[in-house]
């Protein structure tokens, strides 16, 4: 039988200088966000985080915050 460890993720906050709080999670489910929003998370996603890694990482970081 096979066993798989699963350990508790830690939330990524971002605080803003107006004082905002927000919380990011990085889980499948941002993962999966991210397929159903921006397509496949495959080699051309890759390229676009070296070609424009600004956009492509807030992408990433918007998933994560919609898990919440």
């Known amino acids: ?10 939330p990524l906050e971002l605080e803003f200088t107006d004082g905002t ?5 990085f889980n499948n489910e941002a ?19 070296k070609e424009r890694p600004y956009d492509a990482l807030a992408k990433v970081l918007y998933c994560g915050m919609k898990v919440f």
């Not at 039988?1 to 830690?10: C, L, N, T, Y």
């Not at 397929?35 to 996603?45: R, V």
């Open 1 to 10: 039988m096979a066993r798989v460890s699963i350990k508790p993720i830690e």
């Open 21 to 25: 709080i927000k919380k990011a999670l």
């Open 31 to 49: 993962f999966i966000i991210y397929t159903d929003e921006f397509g496949a998370f495959d080699s051309n996603a890759l390229q676009e985080m």
